[in-house]
């Protein structure tokens, strides 16, 4: 029958039924599957490794690039779907540039050898979105920077990248054979601040501390490390391993080490975007240093990077975080996101790729990280996190004491007390059921109910049918509880994060019943939960909106909704307390905290988010990419925004008086004692300059909702600012006197700022 029907009907029919299926005449279209993409949750990476052999075997295997791709799980990635994970952080052994031209002959005569890449690239099923990582040849760079030896090593690295994009960008145009699942997303290094001007002894975890790999390990490059093919022929040049002096052999002149690598992020992003022109480019990541080391790497090598940054040449902005305390990531989070908003590239996210935490002190303590390490970074901004390193632990040379040893959900059977390659750690069973919990929610409305406030953390995460709520006690003991505002007289449920026994062991992916789990109803609108250090799942029906949200985000102008405002919200004490369901038995629990919209503490709480910003959007009343601004260069003023909003921060009585609060602090850390209390006075200056430049930028934004959120951005600056100059009023060096003086402008200031929210808190538009 086919003959009989007309040949325009059945050609329009044929196409449509090709693209439907994600294919076309010329080019092959790939259907993306738009939850998975904006999931945030990633693993670097999530490759199953099978179980490794000898050290001495293992090194051989990299040294002659024996890498055969195979995953320890059947089918591959099968583990990682199980987890929930959805974003695939490929490190090497990937796209090293010296895996796919290995000698001098291979770049002068283009020659390329895939068969690396390849063997990893084409076993990522498609449920998988991939981040990869280019890396540059070091043989080809001038000894510590990131400056090309000769003009010619430059083009040939361009047109290697323009090659790599090409074979796997999935448009049907010299692709890899049998490419299923394209590559979107590049990023151009790795923590490239490390290979520039170490001290001696190597960089931030140059001796297998938190901030980096375990010794014997390239940082910059991954497992591919010293030995293995990181140079022509396998080998990598003395001095240049992580105890090497000047990390790469050298020394640049200080206070330029960044342009290199400025330089390497253009070319790489002009060649990625030549080739494709719908992928994404990633900064390379900056390294988790040690704290006395922070300060001095992003002030170095990243704020001068970031200001000269072009709009076009990044989409998203990376940083690294192992630090035992995931709560002191914001201040950095925050330091970027500024930097980055300044420069005029709001609508670059930021994303960390790289976090974890170690299991040598314990599984529990590892699972409980895995909680904190992904609620709380998405609750400030971060757009994508990705645990780090990886799936399954092991990291060679097997030394068994870097952390990084230790960071994987599955055991390897390498160090002592291992209970066998294979078996799932606490972690695992944490991981799998935060991604099965939240992996409906909506991404760019978490709010933040309480945020270390009395050592609280409270989380919601709104989701179409439901609400799922974290929250935690932020203590190592202990409990108590908390009154959550919710819906009124309805039942949730409460469910701890980590599994009820002690090692992962005890549980195979067939175990039932291995959270605690019990049933809560609401009295009234109150619903009383006690928590602990373990954090906990509440879910339930969804509140009302105007219950939910903070007293900002009610549209009733009228005088009598304004008499509380978002930073002094709260639930009242006497309300009645929260009765547990006829599933489990369990005493009255007395509330000793009520349910707190934060403000002035990162994230601002309640519905008064930082700036949220869509993936490829900038924040409300900033003009987009690609669009036109106004003339003048100003976005227009909006409706509903505050007193004095139309004059110059400048002119803001708030803003002047911070800014001399900012003067005396800084004089302040000047007259503290050379070598005492070095940290102290660093932490005064940082702070203290934070809240005028807050100020400032909200009221930059000629934006109401903005304007109000860096307000309590600022306010909850001035409260950290007064816990240092506490500290240093116990101090004998530091003149207690002056320390009253600084206090009492700061409360001022605190006080200045909360008015100035007052008469447009319940205006705001949304």
């Known amino acids: 029958m ?16 090709m693209l439907s299926f994600g294919f076309s005449f010329d080019s092959v279209i790939y259907a993306w599957d738009d939850a998975a993409l904006d999931s945030p949750f990633g693993f670097t990476t999530s490759f199953y490794a099978p179980k490794r052999k000898s050290n001495e075997e293992m090194m051989k295997k990299r040294k002659n690039f024996d890498f055969d791709g195979k995953p320890g799980d059947n089918p591959p990635y099968a583990t990682a779907i199980e987890l929930g994970v959805k974003w695939e952080r490929q490190s090497n052994p990937v796209l090293d540039w010296s895996f796919v031209q290995r000698d001098k002959d291979s770049i002068i005569n283009g020659k390329f050898n895939w068969d690396i890449p390849d063997n990893f690239l084409k076993r990522i099923p498609e449920d998988l979105n991939i981040v990869v990582t280019i890396n ?122 960044w342009m290199g690598f400025l330089e390497l992020i253009n070319i790489t992003s002009d060649a990625v975007k030549s080739a494709d022109e719908s992928a994404k480019i990633l900064s390379g990541g900056i390294v988790s240093p040690p704290p006395q080391m922070r300060a001095e790497l992003i002030n170095e090598f990243w704020l001068p990077l970031i200001k000269a940054l072009d709009e076009n040449s990044i989409d998203i902005f990376d940083f690294h975080w192992f630090d035992d305390s995931i709560i002191d990531s914001y201040e950095t989070y925050k330091t970027l996101r500024n930097a980055l908003d300044e420069n005029g590239l709001t609508n670059v996210d930021i994303w960390m790729t790289e976090t974890g935490s170690s299991s040598k002190e314990g599984e529990k303590g590892q699972a409980i990280q895995v909680i904190k390490r992904y609620v709380f970074p998405l609750s400030y901004g971060v757009k994508k996190i990705f645990w780090a390193w990886a799936l399954v632990e092991g990291w060679p040379p097997f030394d068994c004491q870097s952390m990084f040893e230790y960071t994987g ?100 992916s067939a175990s039932k019943n291995i959270f605690t789990t019990k049933t809560l109803t609401s009295s009234g609108t109150t619903l ?30 009228s005088e009598d909704d304004e008499e509380t405002s978002v930073s002094e919200e709260e639930t009242d004490e006497g309300e009645d307390e929260a009765s547990e369901s006829e599933t489990e038995e369990g005493t009255e629990q007395k509330p000793t905290m009520e349910t707190q919209r934060m403000q002035g503490q990162p994230p601002a709480g309640g519905k008064q988010m930082p700036p949220q910003r869509p993936a490829m959007g900038g924040p409300s009343g900033s003009p987009q990419r690609g669009q036109p601004m106004p003339p003048g260069g100003q976005t227009p003023p909006q409706r509903g925004l505050p007193p004095d909003s139309g004059k110059s921060y400048r002119d803001l009585e708030v803003w002047q008086s911070s800014m001399d609060l900012a003067v005396d602090c800084y004089n302040l850390a000047k007259d503290i004692p050379e070598g005492e209390n070095d940290t102290l006075a660093g932490q005064l200056q940082r702070i203290a300059s934070s809240i005028p430049a807050t100020i400032a930028k909200g009221q930059a934004t000629q934006n109401p909702k903005e304007f109000f959120n860096h307000l309590s951005m600022a306010n909850g600056s001035v409260a950290e600012l007064e816990t240092y100059l506490q500290i240093a009023e116990r101090l004998d060096s530091i003149d207690a006197n002056r320390i009253k003086q600084l206090k009492k402008k700061a409360e001022a200031i605190s006080s200045s700022i909360r008015n100035m929210q007052k008469p447009f808190a319940d205006k705001i538009q949304h």
Request: hydrophobic content about 25%.
């Open 2 to 17: 086919l003959h009989k029907i007309p040949r325009s009907i059945f050609g329009i029919t044929l196409l449509l039924l």
């Open 136 to 257: 540059v040849n070091p043989m080809l760079l001038r000894p510590g920077t990131w400056e090309f030896v000769v003009p010619q090593a430059k083009e040939s690295y361009i047109e290697f990248v323009k090659k790599a994009v090409e074979r796997y960008d999935g448009d049907g145009e010299d692709d890899m054979p049998g490419l299923k699942n394209p590559v979107k997303y590049w990023q151009v290094e790795n923590e490239p601040e490390v290979q520039i001007k170490k001290k001696q002894g190597g960089g931030p975890g140059g001796q297998g501390g938190q901030g980096g790999p375990p010794p014997g390990m390239n940082q910059r490059r991954g497992p591919g490390g010293p030995g293995g093919p990181g140079g022509f022929g396998g080998q990598v040049p003395q001095g240049r391993g992580p105890q090497g002096p000047g990390m790469m052999g050298g020394q640049t002149q200080k206070g330029s080490e």
């Open 409 to 508: 959900l599955i055991y390897d059977g390498n160090c002592q007390g291992d209970p066998g390659f294979g078996v799932k750690k606490l972690s695992f069973y944490a991981y799998k059921q935060m991604t099965e919990k939240l992996k409906d929610s909506q991404w760019d409305n978490i709010e933040t109910i309480s945020n270390g406030k009395n050592s609280i953390y409270a989380y919601k995460f709104p989701q179409e049918e439901k609400d799922v709520y974290v929250l935690w006690y932020e203590k190592t003991s202990g409990k108590t509880s908390f009154n959550l505002k919710v819906a009124e007289n309805s039942k949730y449920t409460v469910t701890e994060a980590i599994p009820n026994v002690s090692e992962g062991k005890q549980l195979s």
């Open 528 to 557: 009383s939960i006690e928590i602990s250090s373990v954090p906990v799942f509440v879910e339930g029906k969804k509140g009302d909106d105007s219950e939910q949200a903070s007293e900002a985000e009610e549209t009733d102008e």
